[in-house]
C-alpha cells in the first residue's frame, strides 16, 4: 500500500463538505475534487466550487481523471452507484457504500431499530398531507419528518392547530400533484433536553477506539470532547455496538455519526448520519491530525485509530446577509483561515468567493481546538474578533451547550470528566 502522502484521491461532493477536500489535499499527494454541476442550463455557480484553491483541483468529470487516481472519496449521501461501480472496478473508495438509504428512508431506519432491538420512539406513518391535516387537527406538540425530501421538508415541530395549520397549507402548495403520494412520521415528543451523540468513522462495522462525543445546537454550534469510546455513556454506546453489524452489511467504510435523545435510563436514536456532518466534519479536519492515513487505509479495510490534536473542539456558524442571488467575496487574515470552514466556494486573487447555494446566509464555519473547554472557546473568540465585517459568528450559542453539558452531569450522563465552564463564561 501506498504511503498516504503519494496518494493520488479524487473527492466526490456536493460542495457542503470542500474542507475535507481541502485538508486531505495538504497530507495527500494530489486531490481532485468533483461535485455535479451540468444542467439542462448550466450555472457558473455549481461549476466553480473548489476552484482556484491551492491544495485541490476543481475537475469537471471524474471519469477524465479515474485512470490517475489510487483512491476516491465520497463525502456525502448518495452516489450509491457510483461507488459500487468503482469498487468492482477494484478501487478503495471511502463512502458508506449504499448505507445512506438508512438515513434518507425513515422506514427502512424505524424497521432497522426493531431489528436491533433498539427501542423505537412512538409514531405514526401517514401517507398523503390530507390525511395529516386530519390526523393533527386536534394534536399538539409532535415531530413530523419525511424520507429523502430533506430539501422540500426537514424536521416540523407541530406545536397546534392554530399556530401551524398554514404551514401545511404552503407545503401542500410546493409538493402540487405530489401532496398526495408523500409519506410523513408524526413522532411524539420525547420528554428529556439531552440529546448527545458519537462524531467518528466506521469501517466494516468497526469503530475506532477514540471518538469525537459531542452535543449540538442545530445550526448554530457544536462542542465535543475527544474520548475514549469505553468512557461513554452505555446509553450512547449502545449505538455503534448494536449498528455496527448493520453497517458491516453495507461494507460499510466512511464517516458516522449518530444523535441519541436521553430519558432517564432509556435512550433513543433519532437519526443517523451515513456521511460527513455538518458540523462536527469541519472542525475534525483539525482535530484528526492524520486524516489522510484514516481515510486511505479505511478504504482498503484497515481501522486507524486518530491521532488527535487536542482534547476539545469546537465550532460555531458563520452567516451573512444577503440578497437572492448575492456573491460573498471574503477577505479571510491568513492569520485564521486553517479555521474558517467555507462550503460552496471558490478562491479568486486570493479571496473566498461563495455563490449562491441551498443553504443561503449559512455560509461557513468557524473553528477551533484547546486542552480544555475554556481554551477551545477562547481560541474560538479570538479568531472571531479577526473575522471581516459583515460576518456574524454565532460563539454566544456555546452557552446553552456548557449548560446542557452541566445538566448531563447532574443526571450521571458525563460528557468529561474535565472540568466544564460556567456557560457565563461565553457570554
Known amino acids: 500500500m501506498k504511503p498516504t502522502e503519494e496518494v493520488v484521491a479524487c473527492v466526490i461532493d456536493k460542495g457542503l463538505f470542500l474542507p475535507i477536500a ?160 408523500a409519506t410523513f412520521y408524526v413522532f411524539d415528543p420525547i420528554d428529556t433536553d439531552i440529546e448527545d451523540g458519537i462524531d467518528t468513522y466506521c469501517i466494516d462495522g468497526n469503530f475506532p477506539s477514540t471518538v469525537m462525543h459531542g452535543i449540538e445546537c442545530k445550526d448554530r454550534s457544536y462542542l465535543c470532547a475527544v474520548q475514549p469510546m469505553d468512557e461513554i455513556d452505555q446509553r450512547v454506546r449502545i449505538v455503534p455496538e448494536r449498528f455496527g453489524s448493520v453497517l458491516g452489511r453495507y461494507g460499510y467504510r466512511g464517516f458516522f455519526s449518530c444523535e441519541v435523545r436521553i430519558k432517564d435510563e432509556d435512550s433513543y436514536f433519532i437519526d443517523p448520519t451515513c456521511r460527513a456532518a455538518s458540523p462536527p466534519s469541519q472542525v475534525m479536519t ?54 474558517t470552514k467555507f462550503g460552496f466556494a471558490c478562491q479568486v486573487d486570493g479571496k473566498i468567493c461563495i455563490p449562491p447555494h441551498a443553504l443561503d446566509s449559512m455560509i461557513g464555519w468557524l473553528v477551533a481546538t ?31 451547550l456548557l449548560q446542557e453539558a452541566q445538566e448531563a452531569d447532574k443526571m450521571g450522563i458525563e460528557f468529561t470528566d474535565k472540568e466544564i465552564p460556567e456557560p457565563s463564561t461565553v457570554l
Open 286 to 339: 483539525e482535530l484528526f491530525g492524520n486524516l489522510g492515513e484514516i481515510v486511505w487505509k479505511g478504504a482498503n479495510g484497515l481501522l486507524v485509530e486518530p491521532e488527535t490534536t487536542a482534547k476539545f473542539g469546537v465550532q460555531a456558524l458563520i452567516k451573512f446577509q444577503r440578497d437572492q442571488g448575492e456573491w460573498v467575496v471574503l477577505d479571510i487574515p491568513e492569520d485564521i483561515r486553517q479555521w
Open 22 to 181: 481541502q485538508k486531505l489535499g495538504e497530507q495527500f499527494k494530489k486531490v481532485y475534487y468533483w461535485s455535479p454541476w451540468d444542467d439542462i442550463a448550466p450555472k457558473m455557480e455549481r461549476g466553480v466550487i473548489g476552484d482556484g484553491f491551492d491544495t485541490i483541483e476543481r475537475i469537471t468529470d471524474i471519469w477524465s481523471v479515474k485512470d490517475k487516481c489510487d483512491l476516491f472519496v465520497c463525502c456525502d449521501v448518495g452516489f450509491a452507484g457510483l461507488q459500487r461501480e468503482l469498487v468492482s472496478q477494484g478501487f478503495p473508495v471511502w463512502g458508506h457504500h449504499g448505507a445512506d438509504e438508512l438515513e434518507t428512508k425513515r422506514g427502512l431506519f424505524l424497521d432497522t431499530l426493531k431489528e436491533t432491538g433498539m427501542l423505537v420512539p412512538t409514531f405514526k406513518k401517514i401517507i398523503g398531507i390530507s390525511k395529516l391535516r386530519d390526523y393533527l387537527q386536534d394534536k399538539e406538540d409532535k415531530w413530523i419528518k419525511m424520507s429523502r425530501w430533506r430539501g422540500d421538508w426537514e424536521t416540523l415541530h407541530w406545536r397546534d392547530w392554530q399556530h401551524d395549520e398554514m404551514t401545511l397549507d404552503g407545503y401542500a402548495w410546493r409538493f402540487g400533484p405530489m401532496k398526495e403520494e
Open 370 to 400: 484547546g486542552d480544555t473547554i475554556e481554551e477551545a472557546i477562547d481560541n474560538l473568540k479570538e479568531y472571531r474578533e479577526q473575522l471581516p465585517d459583515g460576518l456574524d459568528c454565532d460563539v454566544d450559542s456555546l452557552a446553552k
